[in-house]
Protein backbone atom coordinates (compact mmCIF):
# COMPACT_ATOMS: atom_id res chain seq x y z
CA UNK A 1 0.00 0.00 0.00
CA UNK A 2 2.86 2.20 0.99
CA UNK A 3 4.76 1.42 -2.22
CA UNK A 4 1.64 2.09 -4.70
CA UNK A 5 1.31 5.37 -2.26
CA UNK A 6 4.57 6.55 -3.33
CA UNK A 7 4.45 5.43 -6.96
CA UNK A 8 1.03 7.87 -7.15
CA UNK A 9 2.94 10.74 -5.68
CA UNK A 10 6.03 9.92 -7.99
CA UNK A 11 4.07 10.28 -11.00
CA UNK A 12 2.23 13.48 -9.76
CA UNK A 13 5.61 14.81 -8.82
CA UNK A 14 7.41 14.00 -12.23
CA UNK A 15 4.57 16.16 -13.75
CA UNK A 16 3.33 12.84 -16.28
CA UNK A 17 -0.18 14.20 -15.25
CA UNK A 18 0.56 17.66 -16.07
CA UNK A 19 1.64 16.53 -19.34
CA UNK A 20 -1.15 14.17 -19.59
CA UNK A 21 -3.71 16.90 -19.27
CA UNK A 22 -2.25 19.19 -21.60
CA UNK A 23 -2.45 16.65 -24.24
CA UNK A 24 -6.07 15.60 -23.23
CA UNK A 25 -6.97 19.24 -23.75
CA UNK A 26 -5.78 19.80 -26.78
CA UNK A 27 -8.24 17.16 -28.74
CA UNK A 28 -10.61 19.07 -30.37
CA UNK A 29 -13.14 16.45 -29.38
CA UNK A 30 -12.67 17.25 -25.85
CA UNK A 31 -11.91 21.42 -26.41
CA UNK A 32 -15.56 21.28 -27.88
CA UNK A 33 -17.11 18.83 -24.75
CA UNK A 34 -15.78 22.02 -22.78
CA UNK A 35 -17.02 24.45 -24.52
CA UNK A 36 -20.71 23.22 -24.84
CA UNK A 37 -20.71 22.53 -21.33
CA UNK A 38 -20.08 26.36 -20.67
CA UNK A 39 -22.97 27.11 -23.45
CA UNK A 40 -25.13 24.56 -21.08
CA UNK A 41 -24.10 26.07 -17.52
CA UNK A 42 -25.17 29.79 -18.80
CA UNK A 43 -28.05 28.11 -20.49
CA UNK A 44 -29.70 26.95 -17.02
CA UNK A 45 -27.80 29.25 -14.76
CA UNK A 46 -29.52 32.40 -16.18
CA UNK A 47 -33.29 30.42 -15.71
CA UNK A 48 -31.65 30.39 -11.90
CA UNK A 49 -32.68 34.42 -12.19
CA UNK A 50 -35.60 34.41 -14.77
CA UNK A 51 -37.82 31.60 -13.89
CA UNK A 52 -38.08 32.26 -9.87
CA UNK A 53 -38.67 36.04 -11.27
CA UNK A 54 -41.03 34.84 -13.82
CA UNK A 55 -43.26 32.74 -11.97
CA UNK A 56 -43.42 35.56 -8.97
CA UNK A 57 -44.36 38.01 -11.11
CA UNK A 58 -46.50 36.23 -13.34
CA UNK A 59 -48.64 33.71 -11.41
CA UNK A 60 -49.52 30.07 -11.81
CA UNK A 61 -52.05 31.51 -14.08
CA UNK A 62 -50.25 33.32 -16.62
CA UNK A 63 -47.64 31.02 -16.32
CA UNK A 64 -49.27 28.78 -17.57
CA UNK A 65 -50.79 30.50 -20.11
CA UNK A 66 -47.26 31.43 -21.52
CA UNK A 67 -46.49 27.46 -21.41
CA UNK A 68 -48.97 26.62 -23.52
CA UNK A 69 -48.25 29.26 -26.00
CA UNK A 70 -44.77 27.93 -26.17
CA UNK A 71 -45.91 24.11 -26.30
CA UNK A 72 -47.78 25.39 -29.93
CA UNK A 73 -44.93 27.53 -31.40
CA UNK A 74 -42.47 24.55 -30.71
CA UNK A 75 -44.57 22.68 -32.86
CA UNK A 76 -44.26 25.17 -35.68
CA UNK A 77 -40.63 25.40 -35.33
CA UNK A 78 -40.24 21.84 -35.63
CA UNK A 79 -41.69 21.95 -38.83
CA UNK A 80 -39.70 24.93 -40.25
CA UNK A 81 -36.48 23.44 -38.51
CA UNK A 82 -37.13 20.34 -40.34
CA UNK A 83 -34.92 18.10 -38.66
CA UNK A 84 -31.98 20.65 -40.78
CA UNK A 85 -30.18 21.20 -37.50
CA UNK A 86 -29.10 17.58 -36.74
CA UNK A 87 -29.16 16.31 -40.60
CA UNK A 88 -27.69 19.58 -41.89
CA UNK A 89 -24.57 19.39 -38.91
CA UNK A 90 -24.14 15.73 -40.90
CA UNK A 91 -24.05 17.10 -44.21
CA UNK A 92 -21.67 19.94 -43.16
CA UNK A 93 -19.30 17.74 -41.56
CA UNK A 94 -19.60 15.61 -44.64
CA UNK A 95 -19.15 18.39 -47.42
CA UNK A 96 -17.10 20.48 -45.80
CA UNK A 97 -14.42 20.25 -48.38
CA UNK A 98 -16.48 19.79 -51.32
CA UNK A 99 -17.77 23.81 -51.75
CA UNK A 100 -19.86 23.57 -54.48
CA UNK A 101 -22.02 20.84 -52.97
CA UNK A 102 -21.64 22.83 -49.40
CA UNK A 103 -23.17 25.51 -51.31
CA UNK A 104 -26.10 23.60 -53.12
CA UNK A 105 -27.34 22.17 -49.25
CA UNK A 106 -27.37 25.56 -47.96
CA UNK A 107 -29.51 27.08 -50.58
CA UNK A 108 -31.70 24.38 -50.54
CA UNK A 109 -32.27 24.16 -47.30
CA UNK A 110 -33.12 28.31 -46.96
CA UNK A 111 -35.64 27.68 -49.70
CA UNK A 112 -37.28 24.76 -48.25
CA UNK A 113 -36.93 26.76 -44.46
CA UNK A 114 -38.73 29.95 -46.43
CA UNK A 115 -41.37 27.83 -47.39
CA UNK A 116 -42.38 25.96 -44.42
CA UNK A 117 -42.12 29.37 -42.46
CA UNK A 118 -45.34 30.61 -44.87
CA UNK A 119 -47.04 27.18 -44.16
CA UNK A 120 -46.39 27.77 -40.19
CA UNK A 121 -48.13 31.28 -40.38
CA UNK A 122 -51.29 29.71 -42.47
CA UNK A 123 -51.18 27.09 -39.63
CA UNK A 124 -51.25 29.40 -36.83
CA UNK A 125 -54.07 31.70 -38.01
CA UNK A 126 -56.53 28.34 -38.35
CA UNK A 127 -55.39 27.15 -34.73
CA UNK A 128 -55.98 30.73 -33.11
CA UNK A 129 -59.93 30.63 -33.73
CA UNK A 130 -59.48 26.54 -32.75
CA UNK A 131 -58.21 27.09 -29.50
CA UNK A 132 -59.70 29.96 -26.90
CA UNK A 133 -57.05 30.74 -24.71
CA UNK A 134 -55.16 31.95 -27.97
CA UNK A 135 -58.18 33.65 -29.29
CA UNK A 136 -58.90 35.32 -26.19
CA UNK A 137 -54.83 36.40 -25.85
CA UNK A 138 -53.93 36.81 -29.38
CA UNK A 139 -50.58 38.98 -28.67
CA UNK A 140 -49.10 35.61 -26.76
CA UNK A 141 -49.47 33.73 -29.65
CA UNK A 142 -48.03 35.75 -32.22
CA UNK A 143 -45.84 36.75 -29.91
CA UNK A 144 -44.44 33.01 -29.48
CA UNK A 145 -44.13 32.60 -33.61
CA UNK A 146 -41.93 35.75 -33.66
CA UNK A 147 -39.81 33.90 -31.09
CA UNK A 148 -40.02 30.34 -32.73
CA UNK A 149 -39.59 31.70 -36.18
CA UNK A 150 -36.64 33.40 -36.20
CA UNK A 151 -34.73 30.37 -34.10
CA UNK A 152 -36.00 27.65 -35.97
CA UNK A 153 -34.69 29.80 -39.51
CA UNK A 154 -31.10 29.88 -37.67
CA UNK A 155 -28.12 28.00 -39.82
CA UNK A 156 -26.23 27.32 -36.46
CA UNK A 157 -25.95 23.52 -37.98
CA UNK A 158 -23.46 25.58 -40.36
CA UNK A 159 -21.15 26.02 -37.69
CA UNK A 160 -21.59 22.79 -35.60
CA UNK A 161 -20.95 21.14 -38.96
CA UNK A 162 -17.75 22.52 -39.60
CA UNK A 163 -16.81 22.21 -35.53
CA UNK A 164 -16.83 25.98 -34.79
CA UNK A 165 -18.39 25.27 -31.25
CA UNK A 166 -16.79 28.18 -30.05
CA UNK A 167 -18.99 30.62 -32.20
CA UNK A 168 -22.03 28.62 -31.36
CA UNK A 169 -21.29 28.96 -28.05
CA UNK A 170 -20.36 32.62 -28.13
CA UNK A 171 -23.90 33.49 -29.64
CA UNK A 172 -25.87 30.82 -27.52
CA UNK A 173 -25.03 32.34 -24.88
CA UNK A 174 -24.91 36.01 -25.80
CA UNK A 175 -29.13 35.12 -27.05
CA UNK A 176 -29.49 34.17 -23.72
CA UNK A 177 -28.26 37.62 -21.52
CA UNK A 178 -30.33 39.66 -23.76
CA UNK A 179 -33.37 37.80 -23.04
CA UNK A 180 -32.64 37.54 -19.21
CA UNK A 181 -31.47 41.36 -19.06
CA UNK A 182 -34.95 41.97 -21.35
CA UNK A 183 -37.27 39.60 -18.89
CA UNK A 184 -35.80 42.17 -15.63
CA UNK A 185 -36.45 45.08 -16.75
CA UNK A 186 -39.40 44.83 -19.18
CA UNK A 187 -41.90 42.08 -17.42
CA UNK A 188 -43.22 43.47 -14.29
CA UNK A 189 -47.14 42.22 -14.38
CA UNK A 190 -49.18 38.91 -15.24
CA UNK A 191 -50.66 41.06 -18.08
CA UNK A 192 -47.01 41.17 -19.63
CA UNK A 193 -46.60 37.15 -20.45
CA UNK A 194 -46.46 37.84 -23.91
CA UNK A 195 -43.60 40.27 -23.52
CA UNK A 196 -41.34 36.98 -22.75
CA UNK A 197 -41.63 35.54 -26.10
CA UNK A 198 -41.84 38.87 -27.86
CA UNK A 199 -38.07 39.33 -25.86
CA UNK A 200 -37.10 35.83 -26.84
CA UNK A 201 -37.47 37.10 -30.62
CA UNK A 202 -35.55 39.89 -30.16
CA UNK A 203 -32.52 38.30 -28.80
CA UNK A 204 -32.70 35.26 -31.61
CA UNK A 205 -33.35 37.61 -34.36
CA UNK A 206 -30.29 39.18 -33.52
CA UNK A 207 -28.03 36.27 -33.55
CA UNK A 208 -29.84 35.32 -36.89
CA UNK A 209 -28.75 38.14 -38.53
CA UNK A 210 -25.14 37.84 -37.83
CA UNK A 211 -24.65 34.31 -38.18
CA UNK A 212 -26.63 35.25 -41.72
CA UNK A 213 -24.04 37.55 -42.47
CA UNK A 214 -20.80 35.15 -42.02
CA UNK A 215 -22.29 32.55 -43.45
CA UNK A 216 -22.58 34.48 -46.39
CA UNK A 217 -19.00 35.85 -46.25
CA UNK A 218 -18.21 32.45 -46.23
CA UNK A 219 -19.14 31.15 -49.03
CA UNK A 220 -21.73 32.50 -52.08
CA UNK A 221 -25.46 32.93 -51.77
CA UNK A 222 -27.11 30.95 -54.39
CA UNK A 223 -30.73 31.17 -55.71
CA UNK A 224 -32.90 27.80 -54.11
CA UNK A 225 -34.11 25.88 -57.75
CA UNK A 226 -36.93 23.85 -57.03
CA UNK A 227 -34.28 20.63 -57.28
CA UNK A 228 -32.44 22.21 -54.76
CA UNK A 229 -35.64 22.35 -52.33
CA UNK A 230 -36.38 18.98 -53.17
CA UNK A 231 -33.36 17.38 -52.36
CA UNK A 232 -32.80 19.44 -48.76
CA UNK A 233 -36.22 18.04 -47.76
CA UNK A 234 -35.75 14.71 -48.83
CA UNK A 235 -31.93 14.74 -46.79
CA UNK A 236 -34.08 16.48 -43.88
CA UNK A 237 -37.28 14.36 -44.38
CA UNK A 238 -35.81 11.54 -41.88
CA UNK A 239 -34.50 13.78 -39.14
CA UNK A 240 -37.99 15.71 -39.36
CA UNK A 241 -39.99 12.33 -38.64
CA UNK A 242 -37.18 11.74 -35.51
CA UNK A 243 -37.78 15.50 -34.13
CA UNK A 244 -41.48 15.69 -34.69
CA UNK A 245 -41.83 12.51 -33.04
CA UNK A 246 -39.01 13.69 -30.13
CA UNK A 247 -40.69 16.76 -29.91
CA UNK A 248 -44.02 15.33 -30.05
CA UNK A 249 -43.96 13.53 -27.06
CA UNK A 250 -41.88 15.98 -25.27
CA UNK A 251 -44.43 19.03 -25.60
CA UNK A 252 -47.37 17.22 -25.95
CA UNK A 253 -47.49 17.31 -21.90
CA UNK A 254 -48.28 20.73 -21.61
CA UNK A 255 -50.67 20.98 -24.57
CA UNK A 256 -52.61 18.01 -24.46
CA UNK A 257 -52.85 18.71 -20.12
CA UNK A 258 -54.47 22.26 -21.01
CA UNK A 259 -57.45 20.47 -22.96
CA UNK A 260 -58.16 18.43 -19.45
CA UNK A 261 -57.08 21.54 -16.54
CA UNK A 262 -57.34 24.85 -16.02
CA UNK A 263 -54.22 27.36 -16.91
CA UNK A 264 -53.29 27.15 -13.33
CA UNK A 265 -52.89 23.32 -13.41
CA UNK A 266 -51.06 23.23 -16.14
CA UNK A 267 -48.81 26.01 -14.69
CA UNK A 268 -48.15 23.55 -11.58
CA UNK A 269 -46.90 21.25 -14.13
CA UNK A 270 -45.42 23.33 -16.45
CA UNK A 271 -42.86 24.42 -14.00
CA UNK A 272 -41.88 21.02 -12.72
CA UNK A 273 -41.77 20.45 -16.48
CA UNK A 274 -39.08 23.50 -17.06
CA UNK A 275 -36.53 22.32 -13.92
CA UNK A 276 -36.90 18.83 -15.72
CA UNK A 277 -35.90 19.90 -18.59
CA UNK A 278 -32.76 21.26 -17.05
CA UNK A 279 -31.81 17.48 -16.36
CA UNK A 280 -31.13 16.06 -19.55
CA UNK A 281 -29.67 18.91 -21.18
CA UNK A 282 -27.33 18.24 -19.15
CA UNK A 283 -26.07 15.71 -21.25
CA UNK A 284 -26.54 17.63 -25.11
CA UNK A 285 -23.06 18.67 -24.51
CA UNK A 286 -21.31 14.99 -24.94
CA UNK A 287 -24.34 14.05 -27.96
CA UNK A 288 -23.71 17.39 -29.56
CA UNK A 289 -19.44 16.87 -29.26
CA UNK A 290 -19.46 13.37 -29.73
CA UNK A 291 -22.09 13.27 -33.31
CA UNK A 292 -19.89 14.62 -36.00
CA UNK A 293 -17.06 12.67 -35.06
CA UNK A 294 -18.80 9.53 -34.86
CA UNK A 295 -20.48 10.37 -38.01
CA UNK A 296 -17.34 10.96 -39.93
CA UNK A 297 -15.94 7.75 -38.26
CA UNK A 298 -18.32 5.51 -38.80
CA UNK A 299 -18.02 5.81 -42.41
CA UNK A 300 -13.88 5.02 -42.18
CA UNK A 301 -13.46 3.42 -38.97
CA UNK A 302 -16.24 1.49 -37.75
CA UNK A 303 -13.92 -0.26 -34.93
CA UNK A 304 -13.33 3.12 -33.60
CA UNK A 305 -16.66 4.40 -33.96
CA UNK A 306 -17.99 1.49 -32.00
CA UNK A 307 -15.39 2.44 -29.27
CA UNK A 308 -16.37 6.00 -29.02
CA UNK A 309 -19.66 5.29 -29.14
CA UNK A 310 -19.15 2.69 -26.08
CA UNK A 311 -17.63 5.05 -24.11
CA UNK A 312 -19.86 8.07 -24.27
CA UNK A 313 -22.74 5.44 -23.87
CA UNK A 314 -21.13 4.68 -20.17
CA UNK A 315 -20.38 8.13 -19.20
CA UNK A 316 -23.25 9.66 -19.83
CA UNK A 317 -25.14 6.83 -18.73
CA UNK A 318 -23.45 7.14 -15.10
CA UNK A 319 -24.05 10.68 -15.34
CA UNK A 320 -27.53 10.82 -15.82
CA UNK A 321 -28.01 8.05 -12.86
CA UNK A 322 -26.27 10.98 -10.64
CA UNK A 323 -28.45 14.15 -11.62
CA UNK A 324 -31.72 11.80 -11.21
CA UNK A 325 -30.75 10.53 -7.37
CA UNK A 326 -29.96 14.61 -6.83
CA UNK A 327 -32.94 15.92 -8.11
CA UNK A 328 -35.03 13.52 -6.32
CA UNK A 329 -33.59 14.02 -3.35
CA UNK A 330 -33.73 18.22 -3.31
CA UNK A 331 -37.03 18.70 -5.28
CA UNK A 332 -38.77 20.54 -2.60
CA UNK A 333 -35.79 23.14 -2.16
CA UNK A 334 -35.32 23.28 -5.70
CA UNK A 335 -39.41 24.09 -6.04
CA UNK A 336 -39.53 26.26 -3.05
CA UNK A 337 -36.33 28.49 -4.08
CA UNK A 338 -37.12 28.93 -8.25
CA UNK A 339 -41.08 28.66 -7.89
CA UNK A 340 -42.10 29.82 -4.63
CA UNK A 341 -44.62 28.68 -1.99
CA UNK A 342 -47.54 28.86 -4.42
CA UNK A 343 -46.28 25.64 -6.54
CA UNK A 344 -46.06 23.41 -3.71
CA UNK A 345 -48.21 21.01 -5.92
CA UNK A 346 -44.89 20.87 -8.36
CA UNK A 347 -42.48 18.84 -6.29
CA UNK A 348 -44.09 15.66 -7.03
CA UNK A 349 -44.43 15.95 -10.48
CA UNK A 350 -40.38 17.17 -10.57
CA UNK A 351 -39.58 14.47 -8.33
CA UNK A 352 -41.47 11.76 -10.99
CA UNK A 353 -39.77 13.42 -13.91
CA UNK A 354 -36.01 12.97 -12.32
CA UNK A 355 -36.83 9.57 -13.37
CA UNK A 356 -36.29 9.65 -17.21
CA UNK A 357 -32.53 11.54 -16.60
CA UNK A 358 -30.93 7.90 -17.25
CA UNK A 359 -33.59 6.82 -19.98
CA UNK A 360 -33.39 10.11 -22.44
CA UNK A 361 -28.99 9.20 -21.61
CA UNK A 362 -29.50 5.86 -22.79
CA UNK A 363 -31.99 6.75 -26.03
CA UNK A 364 -29.96 9.39 -27.22
CA UNK A 365 -26.64 7.58 -27.10
CA UNK A 366 -28.42 4.26 -28.67
CA UNK A 367 -30.41 6.57 -30.89
CA UNK A 368 -28.69 10.04 -32.04
CA UNK A 369 -24.90 8.84 -31.18
CA UNK A 370 -25.09 5.23 -32.94
CA UNK A 371 -28.27 4.57 -34.79
CA UNK A 372 -27.72 7.83 -36.88
CA UNK A 373 -24.03 7.34 -37.88
CA UNK A 374 -24.61 3.64 -38.77
CA UNK A 375 -27.34 4.77 -41.56
CA UNK A 376 -30.35 3.37 -39.77
CA UNK A 377 -32.32 6.61 -39.59
CA UNK A 378 -35.33 4.69 -40.41
CA UNK A 379 -35.57 2.67 -37.49
CA UNK A 380 -34.64 5.39 -35.75
CA UNK A 381 -37.43 8.02 -36.86
CA UNK A 382 -39.95 4.92 -36.28
CA UNK A 383 -38.70 3.95 -32.80
CA UNK A 384 -39.63 7.82 -31.99
CA UNK A 385 -42.61 7.78 -33.68
CA UNK A 386 -43.80 4.96 -31.66
CA UNK A 387 -42.45 7.05 -28.44
CA UNK A 388 -44.96 9.66 -29.62
CA UNK A 389 -47.90 7.82 -29.86
CA UNK A 390 -46.87 5.95 -26.64
CA UNK A 391 -47.43 9.46 -24.88
CA UNK A 392 -50.91 10.62 -26.46
CA UNK A 393 -51.69 7.19 -25.54
CA UNK A 394 -50.79 7.53 -21.42
CA UNK A 395 -51.42 10.83 -21.72
CA UNK A 396 -55.22 10.32 -22.53
CA UNK A 397 -55.99 8.03 -20.31
CA UNK A 398 -53.64 9.04 -16.96
CA UNK A 399 -54.61 12.65 -17.08
CA UNK A 400 -58.58 12.89 -16.74
CA UNK A 401 -57.71 10.78 -13.81
CA UNK A 402 -54.46 12.02 -12.00
CA UNK A 403 -54.10 15.59 -13.56
CA UNK A 404 -50.60 16.70 -13.49
CA UNK A 405 -49.28 13.74 -11.71
CA UNK A 406 -50.39 11.59 -14.59
CA UNK A 407 -48.57 13.61 -17.25
CA UNK A 408 -45.67 13.07 -15.29
CA UNK A 409 -46.20 9.89 -15.46
CA UNK A 410 -47.14 9.52 -19.30
CA UNK A 411 -43.58 10.85 -20.07
CA UNK A 412 -41.33 8.80 -17.84
CA UNK A 413 -43.22 5.67 -19.11
CA UNK A 414 -42.69 7.00 -22.62
CA UNK A 415 -38.82 7.64 -22.24
CA UNK A 416 -38.46 3.64 -21.06
CA UNK A 417 -40.34 2.49 -23.67
CA UNK A 418 -38.36 4.23 -26.34
CA UNK A 419 -34.76 3.61 -24.65
CA UNK A 420 -35.97 -0.30 -24.03
CA UNK A 421 -37.04 -0.40 -27.99
CA UNK A 422 -34.19 1.03 -29.33
CA UNK A 423 -32.09 -1.57 -27.09
CA UNK A 424 -34.02 -4.30 -28.29
CA UNK A 425 -33.33 -3.42 -32.18
CA UNK A 426 -30.14 -3.29 -32.03
CA UNK A 427 -29.86 -5.99 -29.98
CA UNK A 428 -31.40 -8.09 -32.06
CA UNK A 429 -29.56 -6.86 -35.29
CA UNK A 430 -26.10 -7.06 -33.53
CA UNK A 431 -25.60 -3.87 -33.60
CA UNK A 432 -25.60 -2.64 -29.83
CA UNK A 433 -22.03 -1.14 -29.36
CA UNK A 434 -20.84 -3.19 -26.88
CA UNK A 435 -21.20 -6.34 -29.10
CA UNK A 436 -20.49 -4.78 -32.33
CA UNK A 437 -17.20 -3.22 -31.24
CA UNK A 438 -16.09 -7.42 -29.87
CA UNK A 439 -17.29 -8.31 -33.30
CA UNK A 440 -15.24 -6.09 -34.99
CA UNK A 441 -12.23 -6.46 -33.36
CA UNK A 442 -12.49 -10.79 -33.78
CA UNK A 443 -12.94 -10.11 -37.59
CA UNK A 444 -9.44 -7.43 -37.50
CA UNK A 445 -7.95 -10.24 -35.54
CA UNK A 446 -9.13 -13.36 -38.05
CA UNK A 447 -7.58 -11.41 -41.01
Known amino acids: MIKEFKLSSAFFKSGCMNQLLKNLFKHKLIQNIFLLYGVQFSKYLLPLFTIPYLARVLGATSLGLLFIAQAYVVYIGMLVEYGFNIAGTGEVARYKNQPDKLIDF ?7 EFLLVLCGIGLTFVVQEWIPSFKSHPTIIWAGMFWMLTQAVSPIWYFAGLERLSFVALMDMSVRILYSMGVIV ?38 PTKSLIWQALK ?30 IVGYYAGAEKLGQVMPEFLNPMTQAFYPKLSNLAHYSPLKAAKLARVG ?6 LGCAIAIAVYVIAPLLVGFLLGAEFEASVPVLRILSLQVPLIAISKLLGIQWMLPLGMDRTFSLVTLTGGICILLLAVLLTPLYAHIGMAWAVVGTE ?26 IENLNK
Open 186 to 223: FIKSPEDAWKVLGIQGVASSLSLVIMLILVYREIPFRF
Open 313 to 318: IIITTI
Open 106 to 112: LAGVMGA
Open 235 to 264: KGWTMFLFVSADRLYKTASTFILSIFVSPK
Open 416 to 441: LFIATFMYLVLRWQKLDPFSYAKQLE
